[in-house]
């Protein structure tokens, strides 16, 4: 064989070993190869953007109705991870920890909790928790082995309106406008005795409004209340969100 003709060959084979590569990296598919727009790309590895760019190293225009960018993960994955504790401007989420914002104290208002048991024996008035602005939450544990009686009172410092109630894990109902007025006897929250129902769950929104038309600042507080009772003592829990005070228009 003359060299030209094994010289030829060689080049054929570099060729064609090259058209095939071109061919495999244009299909955009395994690691190396070309990453084609407008098709679905496959690799099993990590793909990296690495420069020192003054502005965004990678940036997604859509000017249709679909979203400009879909991440999609396996289930209970983080669909991104960052490496900055710096607020993003204009990124906003509903929930915190399956918590929704009205579920969290906002604009400097604040929270509140307490409870304990107490003796069937003891037949004597409590404070349970204090609601600064609104009034004062107070337990009373009473009655003997076969009648014993938890009841959860409130005497209020303001005239408010009882406006909306959900008692004993019922469905909410509105109550309409019963005013809750400083006076001698408090009001009933809760109450529950050990020869009938044995606990009982509410929850009760306060609210109130100070000022003159035109400047009316509303307050508004909610409490969840909970009274248990057996034969020996009662439970009581009591937790209160208490709002900053809200201007009307």
């Known amino acids: 064989m003359q060299f030209s003709t094994v010289k030829s060959v060689v080049i054929g084979i570099s060729a ?48 249709g109705s679909g979203t400009a960018l879909r991440l999609q993960v396996a289930k209970g994955k983080a669909p991104f991870s960052v490496n900055s504790p710096v ?3 204009k990124l906003n989420a509903s ?13 400097g208002g604040q929270s509140r909790s307490f409870g304990f048991p107490v003796s069937t024996s003891s037949n ?12 004062t939450l107070s337990e009373i ?46 009001w009933q929250f809760a109450s529950v005795q050990a020869n009938g129902i044995s606990s009982v769950w509410e929850r009760v ?8 038309r035109g400047s009316l600042i509303t307050h508004i507080a909610t409490l969840d209340l909970m009274a248990d009772v057996d034969s020996t003592d009662c439970d009581f829990d009591a937790s209160a969100i208490i709002g900053p005070g809200v201007k009307g228009p």
Request: hydrophobic content about 40%; charged content about 10%.
């Open 16 to 63: 064609a070993a090259a058209v095939i590569a071109i061919t495999g990296a244009a299909s955009g598919t395994g690691v190396g190869a070309v990453f084609n727009l407008g098709k679905t790309n496959s690799v099993n590895a990590t793909s990296s953007l690495t420069g020192s760019a003054k502005h965004s190293m990678l940036s997604l225009t859509n000017k």
């Open 87 to 89: 607020q993003v401007h």
């Open 95 to 107: 929930l915190l920890s399956g918590f929704a914002a009205s579920q969290f104290v906002q604009g």
């Open 124 to 135: 004597a008035k409590e404070k349970l928790l204090s609601l600064p602005g609104f009034g």
């Open 141 to 186: 544990c009473f009655g003997g082995p076969s009648s014993s009686a938890a009841n959860v009172t409130f005497m209020p410092t303001h005239t408010m309106d009882r406006f909306v109630a959900s008692i004993a894990g019922l469905s909410e109902v509105s109550v309409g406008n019963s005013e809750i007025t400083p006076g001698p006897a408090p």
């Open 205 to 212: 929104i306060l609210r109130y409004a100070t000022g003159s």
